[in-house]
């Protein structure tokens, strides 16, 4: 009976010494990769507060800034941080692994925040000078409509005949401007504002000028009304170009941004079983 006693009490003091043994070790473990996770916390917390959503990121400085300077560096050295810290145990070793795989994450997101910071920098700098022709387009356009008015003044006649035709004319353009606009705010794509070009308003533009052609009205009239029809020329011919870069940063951007979508929706899941599963660790030591 002795025996059996002390047999149960080497056991009992040697399971205490192993709990307690794996207690320390998962203390260390904590100790070690505490001041990497409070800091992440914090700077992720900054972020976070900047932008929620990845489909709106692009063009704010200040926030590109924090990317290229703050963020990138700091995931590539908790990288290193966490990777050199030797987890004790096979379920330190799990836990571990779900860190490691949450900072790798993390990194390639804000790595490819960079990158989108950089492919939208480079499709506005290639925009800057269509913008100027359409600008440009735009005063032409805005001349000739003063150099119509002043025709018109002197034949009454030739102001009815036209009225409904600029009527018309005007509500093209202003699908044009609206659809263009839209475009711009990537509310739609370039797909669609070409199909607008090519099956509404060129073959509308090719009969306004056949109709104001065919108008018995005065020589310089029938002129100023056909050059004001006529500056929508240039504006579309820019604009179709604007479509055609917004079409090649949609192939290279928006592909991009799905892979951030994902990967900040796996990192945020990776997170959470690395948190969930250090609580639940933690708990299990008491």
Known sequence: M??????????????????????????????AVGPSLTAEAELRARFGEKVLDVNSYGGDKELADLVDRKMVPFYSEMEKAVAAVVPEGGRLTELHALLLRYVALQKDLFSSYRLLDTRLRAAAEAEQPIRERLQSAEGTRNEAAKALNSA???SPESRNALAGLFRQEAAAADQVYKRLAALEQGEVGA??????????????????????????IPVTVKLAAKAYAGTMGPFIAASRE???LRATAEKDIDPLRD????????????????????????????
């Open 259 to 286: 892979r951030m979508g994902q990967a900040r929706d796996d990192a945020t899941a990776a997170l959470e079983q690395y948190t969930s599963g250090a609580k639940a660790y933690r708990d299990s030591l008491r």
């Open 191 to 216: 797909a669609d504002y070409l199909a607008l070009l090519d099956g509404e308003i060129a073959p509308f533009y090719e009969s306004l000028l056949a109709a104001v052609d065919a108008l018995d």
């Open 2 to 31: 002795r025996k059996a006693a002390a047999l149960a009490a080497l056991a009992l003091a040697a399971l205490s010494c192993g709990g307690g043994e794996e207690k320390a070790a998962f203390e260390r473990y904590e100790k």
């Open 152 to 154: 018109v003044t002197t």
């Open 242 to 244: 604007f479509a055609a």
